[in-house]
């Protein structure tokens, strides 16, 4: 399914977790050529935080909403594993997995939960996940809970909606309870080169307590 690279509203006005995996699963096999060719950047650019923070490390990582697998791909080159990745969408797994670069690949939808033991990971990732009609904020939760103490998450956030969506709450009482410590929220930049050129987005490092 070839998307129109202007009109993305049925991706960002999604209302059901039902809703967004019917869409990625129909998008599984034109997503990675429709985003790089309107010049998709938010995987590298993540990557790329999570290993100046992460430093050297054999410990296994979680790539959160994992798609297609551009950002384990990134991650692989980096020389980061075992990667662990899940994703709501089952059309999306089963293109993951073409990739090779996955120990591991469950089906989750994070504001539900997510189905690893506690401290399970040295770090995790989760880009172009927290976006409107994508997963909510108490995903942050779950994400904290199965990442180790000193652990780095690495995820990302619109400006323009962040805050109404919720995030900053949860952020905040994250922080109140000592469960994490933010590292670094980044200056603002365009995920997309070529499009949407009015969607800000920041890079958030936190460090699990």
Do not use: F
């Given at each position: 399914m070839t998307r129109d690279p202007e009109d993305l509203s049925d991706v960002y006005g999604a209302e059901t977790p039902e809703q967004s995996r019917a869409i990625y699963n129909d998008w599984a096999q034109s997503y990675d050529a429709d985003n790089l060719a309107r010049g998709f950047r938010l995987s590298a650019l993540g990557a790329a935080m999570f290993a100046r923070f992460m430093g050297l490390?054999?410990?296994?990582?979680?790539?959160?909403?994992?798609?297609?697998?551009?950002?384990?791909?990134?991650?692989?080159?980096?020389?980061?594993?075992?990667?662990?990745?899940?994703?709501?969408?089952?059309?999306?797994?089963a293109a993951a997995r073409t990739t090779g670069h996955y120990a591991e690949l469950v089906e989750a939808e994070m504001g539900s939960g997510l189905p690893f033991a506690d401290d399970r990971f040295a770090g995790f990732i989760c880009v172009g996940a927290f976006g409107p009609g994508h997963a909510p904020p108490e995903s942050l939760i779950h994400l904290t809970r199965v990442t180790r103490p000193g652990g780095v998450g690495v995820f990302n956030l619109l400006d323009a909606t962040w805050q109404a969506q919720g995030f900053q709450s949860v952020l905040e009482s994250l922080v109140d309870s000592c469960q994490i410590r933010i590292e670094q929220r980044s200056g603002p930049f365009l995920p997309f080169l070529l499009a949407e050129p009015d969607l800000w987005s920041r890079l958030y490092v936190i460090r699990c307590l």
């Open positions: 490390s054999d410990g296994p990582v979680l790539d959160a909403a994992c798609g297609t697998g551009l950002v384990a791909e990134s991650l692989r080159i980096l020389g980061y594993g075992p990667i662990t990745g899940c994703d709501l969408s089952p059309g999306m797994l």
